[in-house]
């Protein structure tokens, strides 16, 4: 059974028995929930149309970091000194910050502020996971960035308006040239 109780900022918090606020990793865990549901966020506001370089590159990143995300309890995650849980901390704070913007953005309708800000995010969540798991290789946002827009570049340099999608105007003056080319044969 879980119980209520009020945070510092007056919000309700629900406890939970099977969660150890004491745990050290525990951020580790939220920092993936949270960026696991920024992300989601944001696909959802850009399926309608076709992503952007940058926007595909920022959704990458956030999967990136996130894959193969490891258990708290993995052999795989350091413990860390007092030191190192400060920084964690203030990498959540400054993750929770941009959050906070990026809420405000999605209200606004503001696709490339979130573009830019799930980038920021993601960028606090990688640096957390760095510090509990830092054999780990993660790539660096510039890393995705350059190979998404070589393949945004080689998929926009596939498509050839004139070859493979003739405007209403072309099409007429085709069929126009056609049928004077026709006609003109039984005169």
Do not use: C
């Given at each position: 059974?879980?119980?209520?109780?009020?945070?510092?900022?007056?919000?309700?918090?629900?406890?939970?028995?099977?969660?150890?606020?004491?745990?050290?990793?525990?951020?580790?865990?939220i920092a993936a929930e949270r960026l696991s549901i920024v992300r989601y966020?944001?696909?959802?506001?850009?399926?309608?149309?076709?992503?952007?370089?940058?926007?595909?590159?920022?959704?990458?990143?956030?999967?990136?970091?996130?894959?193969?995300?490891?258990?708290?309890?993995?052999?795989e995650i350091a413990d860390l000194t007092d030191a190192q849980l400060k920084?964690?901390?203030?990498?959540?704070?400054?993750?929770?910050?941009?959050?906070?913007?990026?809420?405000?953005?999605?209200?606004?309708?503001?696709?490339?502020?979130?573009?830019?800000?799930?980038?920021?995010?993601?960028?606090?969540?990688?640096?957390?996971?760095?510090?509990?798991?830092?054999?780990?290789?993660?790539?660096?946002?510039?890393?995705?960035?350059?190979?998404?827009?070589?393949?945004?570049?080689?998929?926009?340099?596939?498509?050839?308006?004139?070859?493979?999608?003739?405007?209403?105007?072309?099409?007429?003056q085709e069929t126009e040239s056609a049928n004077e080319g026709g006609e003109?044969?039984?005169?």
């Amino acid at each position: 059974m879980s119980e209520n109780v009020k945070s510092e900022d007056n919000a309700t918090v629900e406890l939970r028995p099977d969660i150890d606020l004491n745990d050290p990793k525990l951020n580790l865990k939220i920092a993936a929930e949270r960026l696991s549901i920024v992300r989601y966020v944001f696909l959802v506001q850009i399926e309608d149309g076709i992503a952007s370089a940058a926007q595909r590159a920022s959704l990458e990143y956030a999967d990136a970091v996130l894959i193969g995300w490891p258990e708290n309890e993995s052999p795989e995650i350091a413990d860390l000194t007092d030191a190192q849980l400060k920084t964690v901390r203030e990498h959540m704070d400054l993750m929770e910050s941009y959050i906070a913007k990026y809420t405000q953005m999605e209200h606004d309708g503001d696709i490339d502020g979130m573009t830019d800000t799930l980038i920021r995010i993601t960028e606090r969540v990688a640096e957390v996971r760095r510090l509990y798991q830092p054999d780990f290789p993660l790539p660096t946002f510039a890393e995705i960035r350059r190979v998404v827009q070589d393949e945004w570049d080689e998929d926009m340099g596939k498509i050839d308006p004139k070859e493979d999608n003739p405007t209403a105007n072309e099409i007429e003056q085709e069929t126009e040239s056609a049928n004077e080319g026709g006609e003109g044969g039984k005169a």
